[in-house]
Structure formats: structure tokens, C-alpha cells
């Protein structure tokens, strides 16, 4: 068989039939587009066996699209946290409060309409229209992206737009009329399990022999992708004031890096430095705050563009007192769980 010339699709669904993973977010059919478009933004940037509890427990509070878009913002990222890439629960949020205003709480299915959704893109709009619609729409991921560059021997970057298009359309070439998304959710399964990255199985692909850059003994050298500027770090002050037995916190910004999301009081810097920015920033609410000399402990934060080194202190209230502000407040230990915490903040509560 000549790859660029034939179909294969075949081969790869009897492929799926026999070895498909089972998922909580395939159990039904045919598929709830709901369902379809939590696992996927869950998927982006999380393994899945991450997932699978998160998604089990957010099914659990958030049935259906009615009850997401009746739940407050702070619901929502206590129920995502620990998934991180928080944007993506707002996005989500706000797209299917959209989805139950304008389209009676059904997700639309032509591809203009749900690629105009908040967060949705190509990929997800694709997994929706073909997994639930059964619309033949490709979805290209990083899997298929690496699957294709080696079938096809694609030597260019993947992450090249040229490149990205090229695999779409060989996706769409190879797309069956009956059964698109069973075709996507294969080559799903392949990259996942199969066609992994640095050291594929080829002995159990069921493309193997027809596959380019294994014929050419270059399966481990592809797919070629730019290389990452390493991610700066911040050095990071954190200061957590106690009075009594309650602790201050603050709401972040609505915009940017872990929107509104609670954390403790921090400034960038370390040492004396970042403790008097601290003071200072507190001294602006009208606190005036003792801190211990010592650190309490230190947490790193990886984001996909930055890195977080906090250190952490605990204080307490000397003087002062806070007038009413809806983004801080004193908190008891018995609301702590209940907040959704920026990235590391979370866990600074088991070192004070």
C-alpha cells in the first residue's frame, strides 16, 4: 500500500474496535455534546488519567449545560482546581452560559457557530461536531500532529501553521463517511498509547507497515518541533497574616495569569525585600503586620510560560483594621476548602 495514494482508515478502526480505551466520557451513545466538550477542554494540557476523577466529579455537581450556567464564578474554580490552565474553566463557563441564553441550553452544531464559543477552537470544535454530531470534522491535536509527521514523513516543524493545515486536510482525506468521530477518537487512542512520543511502539501499530518515517528508520527523530525558551523564574514573597484564628486572603485581578482566584498576600522579591513590599501593600489597607524572621516554606509553581518560586512567611496582625472590601477578607480554617486557590496557594496552609 502506498500511504499517499490509499486509504487506511480501516486498518485503524478494526484497530479502535479491539483495543479503544474505555473512558467515563464514552459511555454513552449516542454522545451528549456536553459531555464530549468538558472531557476535551479537560484533556488540553492533562493526561488522562489525571482527568478521570475530575470529570467524574464535575458530572457529579455540573449534570448537564443548565446547571454550569446557573453556578457562580468561585463554584466553578473550586470545582476545576488542581486541573490548572484556569482559563479554561472560565472559558467554559462563560461559553455555555451563551450556549443556554442564545441556543436554549443545546450545544450548536454547525462549525461556525460552536468555534465562536468562548475557549473553543479548531480542535474542540471538531471533537464535538464528529464525536457527538457525527459531522466529519478533523480534530488535530499534538497526537495527530506527531501520528501524521511520521506516517507522512513531514520533516517541517508541526507546530507551523502550514503544517497544522497539511494534516488536517490528510485527515479529512482519510475520514470515513460513517464513522468520523470513532476515526477521531482512534488516532486519539494511537498517539496516546502507540505512536508516543521519542519511542513509538511500531511493532503493535496497526499503520506500521505502511508507515513513511518507519520505513525510513526516522519514527523517533519526527515529529520536529520548535524548541521552547526555557520559562523565567519569579521570585516570589508570600505572607500569611493571622489575627485570632482567622487568616487574610485576597482575590486576584478578573483578568490575567489564575483570574480571580484567592491567594494570600504576596510581592514579588525575596527576603527583607519582598517582606517590606508585603508590609507595604498591607500598610495601604490600613494593616500593620509583624512577620516571622524565619521562613515557614518554599513552593515552585510551573506554568506554561513561567515559573513561581514562593517563599513563605507567617505574620501576624499588630494594628489596623480593614474596611470592607468584597476581594479580602479574614478567613476561618473552616472556609479554606471552599475557595478556589491560585495554583500554589493551596498548600500553603500545610506548612502554617
Not at 100 to 126: F, H, I, N, S
Not at 263 to 282: K, S, W, Y
Not at 312 to 331: A, N, P, R, S
Request: glycine content about 8%; overall charge neutral; hydrophobic content about 35%.
Amino acid at each position: 500500500m502506498n500511504i499517499k495514494e490509499e486509504h487506511w482508515s480501516s486498518l485503524l478502526l478494526d484497530w479502535f474496535d479491539s483495543h479503544g480505551r474505555e473512558l467515563p466520557w464514552r459511555d454513552e451513545s449516542p454522545r451528549d455534546p456536553y459531555k464530549v466538550w468538558v472531557s476535551e477542554i479537560m484533556l488540553q494540557q492533562t493526561k488522562v488519567e489525571t482527568v478521570r476523577p475530575y470529570y467524574d466529579s464535575w458530572m457529579e455537581r455540573f449534570p448537564n449545560i443548565k446547571s454550569l450556567a446557573a453556578a457562580s464564578q468561585d463554584d466553578v474554580l473550586r470545582q476545576w482546581q488542581g486541573l490548572g490552565y484556569y482559563s479554561r474553566a472560565r472559558n467554559l463557563h462563560q461559553a455555555v452560559q451563551e450556549v443556554q441564553a442564545k441556543y436554549g441550553g443545546r450545544v450548536p452544531d454547525t462549525k461556525k457557530e460552536v468555534r465562536a464559543l468562548k475557549g473553543v477552537g479548531d480542535y474542540t470544535a471538531g471533537a464535538i461536531l464528529s464525536l457527538a454530531y457525527g459531522k466529519k470534522e478533523a480534530a488535530v491535536d499534538g497526537n495527530v500532529l506527531r501520528i501524521f509527521a511520521r506516517l507522512y514523513d513531514i520533516e517541517e516543524n508541526v507546530l507551523s501553521t502550514a503544517v497544522k493545515k497539511q494534516v488536517a486536510a490528510l485527515v479529512e482525506e482519510q475520514m470515513p463517511d460513517d464513522r468520523p468521530g470513532a476515526f477521531n477518537e482512534a488516532l486519539m487512542d494511537l498517539g496516546a498509547t502507540i505512536c508516543i512520543p521519542k519511542h513509538p511502539r511500531c511493532e503493535d501499530c496497526p499503520l506500521g507497515d505502511i508507515c513513511l518515517a518507519r520505513a525510513n528508520g526516522k519514527e523517533s527523530e519526527l515529529p520536529l518541533r520548535q524548541v521552547k525558551k526555557k520559562a523565567p523564574v519569579e521570585k516570589i514573597t508570600v505572607v500569611v497574616p493571622r489575627h485570632g484564628t482567622k487568616w487574610l486572603v485576597h482575590r486576584r485581578p478578573p483578568k490575567g495569569l489564575l483570574a480571580s482566584m484567592w491567594e494570600f498576600p504576596n510581592a514579588p522579591g525575596t527576603g527583607q525585600d519582598g517582606i517590606d513590599a508585603v508590609r507595604r501593600m498591607l500598610a495601604d489597607k490600613g494593616l500593620r503586620v509583624s512577620v516571622d524572621d524565619s521562613p515557614a516554606g518554599s513552593l515552585k509553581s510551573i506554568f506554561s510560560h513561567k515559573v513561581w518560586q514562593l517563599t513563605v512567611y507567617e505574620g501576624e496582625l499588630t494594628d489596623g483594621k480593614m474596611g470592607e472590601e468584597e476581594d479580602w477578607q479574614w478567613i476561618d480554617r473552616s472556609d479554606y476548602d471552599a475557595l478556589p486557590w491560585a495554583g500554589p496557594h493551596g498548600k500553603i496552609t500545610a506548612m502554617v
